[in-house]
């Protein structure tokens, strides 16, 4: 091949989208401020003194280590995305060999894919949009069964947008974007890339020689499936197609301000504890603690030595805007609450305001990785010749709160609360919060009130409180009785609130009027008298029926309710 014509695909090679050109050194910037450590620093991301020499700088970039706020603020996403893992149902696809396996080690490197796509959920958070690739390599079998015999199956590859340099759209007949043109980097080997270029038709692997200038391609094969098999996982869109919004944008530059600051409080440590000595070029010094200085003999006392006092900021006012910015990385992350690194006490409206953020950013963030995964699975449908008729489900509520304050709260309630009725209540809620299911507890008096009787002579049960009298006693407001009380069971002639059967005439001071329900059939009047009557009469519900046949529970409920309304 003519060296031209090397150098001509070398170029081309190496040219690349715009909006890749556009973003690729704040993208270097993203991908550093995440991995932190060695790449940060070697990055150079603290600004130049003047007249600082490159030693020193370099100096000070080994002395200042980084806070790395934005792997935080990704691992505590990623620990409310994945703390569940996602519903899959493969409908007919269930069981299936190539399914299962895929299941197991999705990229052939042993990964799974759950942890799979918990990665591709991490880099679109780091760059705003992340590459899958899904390839199935032709070995030349003709049958499923003979490509599993062979352990043939499609594989996925996750692509950041920095090794993903060029590609482009077409809009279908039917309205959608399908791609054309895809080029990747697939390996660096010292001066060796090797570049795959996918269209409709072809598949090209190029290797560009970066030290002679050349490129050409290694292999070149069928594209079979007739399409790109390619997917852009987007962390949350914005308004420029292909590319999506990154969850450190701003972290990542308020961090290199800490990272600043940081530097600085070492300078001005070092400064005040190892202040500058200025002396005349003639003394000699000696070195450590305490070292003696010779000056020439009937030298100039106005030329004695001195420490250049430090004028910078003091250390505590360097502390104060470091913590500044920390407290400005959590709320435009929505985690004060859950990184623990908030020093003031947030109120309880902020602290649930910051929760039902933080919960809506990551509820988009699962639409987004859950759409990422169905197209996923149609094209792995696509490869082995099936159509996905499944669903994907990833969690999408995420009920966080801050269980510390509220238990301190419902102890604080506790200890204020005397009506036993609200301690069963505070009891409820402190089961829940640690994590039990919800249930309703059995009411405990502790003030048992015993010795009661009915007129009739009957026990009056000992929880039902001191003020449970007949509801015609003068001191009762009118009108009001266990019938008609919200907490009464007609049915049952019982008593929710203290866990008691109770008389429908009687009453007590927790009465609740009841709500209004519909009814979808009502007794005749004639029906609804004698239900009445041998409600009174203490009968339960099935008695009534078997008296009275065709009445239903519905019936002797809304007749309950009429009398209890009418106060008979
Ligand atoms: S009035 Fe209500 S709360 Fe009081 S005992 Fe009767 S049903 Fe229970």
């Not at 249930?439 to 009056?460: A, C, K, S, T, W």
Request: aromatic share 10%; hydrophobic share 35%.
């Amino acid at each position: 091949m003519a060296q031209q014509e090397l150098l001509d695909d070398y170029r081309a090679l190496g040219s690349s989208h715009w909006l890749y050109t556009r973003n690729r050194d704040r993208w270097e910037f993203l991908l550093n401020s995440y991995t932190g450590g060695d790449d940060y620093r070697t990055a150079g991301y603290l600004t130049n003194y003047q007249l600082e020499t490159q030693g020193e700088y370099n100096a000070r970039l080994s002395n200042t280590p980084l806070d790395n706020h934005c792997q935080s603020v990704i691992a505590t996403y990623m620990s409310f995305l994945f703390r569940e893992e996602p519903e899959r149902d493969f409908a007919s696809w269930e069981g299936m060999v190539d399914v299962e396996e895929f299941l197991k080690d999705c990229d052939m490197e042993n990964r799974s894919f759950n942890s799979f796509m918990k990665q591709t959920s991490i880099w679109s958070s780091v760059f705003g949009t992340a590459w899958v690739i899904m390839t199935k390599p032709n070995l030349g079998a003709v049958t499923v069964a003979q490509e599993l015999e062979m352990g043939v199956r499609p594989y996925v590859n996750l692509l950041t947008p920095l090794v993903v340099s060029d590609w482009r759209w077409e809009r279908t007949p039917g309205g959608r974007y399908e791609l054309t043109y895809f080029k990747y980097v697939e390996e660096v080997i010292d001066k060796i890339t090797v570049v795959r270029e996918w269209t409709r038709d072809t598949i090209k692997t190029w290797i560009m020689d970066d030290t002679r200038k050349e490129a050409y391609v290694k292999m070149e094969e069928a594209n079979e499936l007739g399409l790109i098999p390619v997917i852009l996982v987007y962390n949350i869109r914005g308004i420029t197609k292909d590319i999506g919004i990154s969850d450190i944008n701003d972290v990542a530059d308020l961090q290199r301000q800490i990272y600043n600051l940081t530097s600085e409080n070492e300078q001005s440590i070092r400064m005040d504890g190892h202040p500058s000595l200025v002396v005349p070029p003639t003394a000699q010094l000696g070195s450590g603690a305490g070292a003696i200085i010779q000056l020439q003999e009937g030298s100039d006392p106005g030329l004695n030595p001195y420490y250049l006092e430090h004028g910078g900021n003091s250390v505590a006012s360097i502390h104060s805007s470091i913590d500044k910015l920390v407290e400005a990385i959590d709320r435009i992350s929505f985690t004060g609450g859950v990184r623990s690194t908030l020093k003031k006490v947030s109120s309880g409206i902020a602290m649930e305001v910051e929760f039902n953020l933080l919960s809506a950013k990551l509820s988009e963030k699962a639409d987004n990785i859950e759409l990422a995964e169905e197209q996923i699975w149609r094209l792995f449908g696509l490869y082995q010749g099936r159509a996905w008729e499944g669903s994907i489900e990833y969690p999408d509520s995420f009920s966080i709160r801050d269980d510390e304050r509220e238990f301190a709260q419902l102890v604080q309630a506790k200890n204020a609360a005397t009506d036993p009725v609200v301690l069963r209540i505070i009891d409820e809620q402190i089961v829940e919060l640690l994590d039990e299911e919800k249930q309703r507890l059995p009411f405990i008096d502790p003030n048992p009130q015993v010795g009661r009787l009915y007129p009739d002579g009957e026990i009056i049960p000992d929880s039902l409180p001191a003020a449970y009298q007949l509801a015609t006693n003068p001191d009762v407001p009118p009108g009001e009785n266990c019938g008609n009380c919200e907490y009464y069971k007609p049915g049952e002639l019982y008593c929710t609130k203290f866990d008691a059967p109770v008389r429908a005439v009687f009453w007590c001071a927790k009465w609740e009027p009841v709500e209004e329900e519909e009814y979808a059939s009502v007794p005749d009047a004639d029906t609804m008298k004698q239900i009445q009557d041998m409600i009174m009469t203490g009968m339960t519900n099935a008695e009534i029926m078997s008296a009275l046949p065709g009445v239903t529970v519905e019936h002797i409920v809304y007749a309950a309710a009429e009398a209890a309304r009418n106060n008979n």
